[in-house]
């Protein structure tokens, strides 16, 4: 798959959450990265692109952060993503790694942001293991072409607790989070407003 790269090692990011640090996933194969703002605080501007055309398979940029206060904890991962033509997919993921690799991994690729469907919002969560030592985390594009993402934040899921019993809210959200990240044509719902009409 387009995440080999991506599931493995991290590659080297500052893991102090106030300055993230951005590296572009295979810039030797003909990618770029551009990246503003702070994805922990009012959120971040992504730009991935191809020079010409690539000869990787897939782009993209990834930044990490220390795991500790988000450990037993669900985080969210946002963004607006907006694709040119000739793309062959836009996606946002998230990793979780312990102190020996990767614990869990989660991803939009499943719904791909293409060109004609931009700018889509995509939305992604996962419940921190207790043994997490970083977060890893970022945007890919698929073939050529350039994508922009958005409002591209990352945050504590504040309705969950973290321990006791799940709540009625919290096994709502965690359904949401289900049904967004596996249904079968969850990209042609609009997740910024269909959430709210369920609360």
Not at 139 to 162: C, H, W, Y
């Amino acid at each position: 798959t387009i995440f080999v790269v991506l599931l493995g090692s991290a590659e080297a990011a500052d893991s102090n959450p106030q300055t993230p640090q951005w590296h572009t996933v295979n810039q030797g194969y003909g990618y770029q990265s551009e990246v503003s703002g702070n994805p922990l605080t009012h959120g971040a501007r992504i730009v991935v692109r191809s020079i010409h055309d690539a000869t990787g398979r897939y782009g993209g940029a990834i930044s990490q952060l220390d795991a500790t206060s988000f450990r037993n904890r669900r985080v969210v991962l946002s963004s607006s993503l907006s694709a040119s033509a000739g793309t062959n997919g836009v996606a946002i993921w998230l990793r979780a790694d312990g102190a020996l690799g990767k614990l869990t991994f989660i991803t939009s690729a499943n719904f791909p942001v293409v060109a004609e469907e931009s700018p889509t919002y995509r939305e992604i969560s996962m419940s921190v293991p207790v043994e997490a030592v970083r977060l890893v985390y970022g945007v890919v594009l698929s073939g050529n072409g350039v994508v922009e993402a958005t409002d591209f934040r990352i945050k504590m899921d504040q309705t969950e607790q973290p321990d006791g019993n799940a709540t009625a809210k919290e096994v709502l959200e965690a359904a949401i989070s289900i049904v967004r990240d596996n249904a079968l044509k969850a990209n042609m719902i609009d997740w910024r407003v269909a959430p709210e009409k369920l609360r």
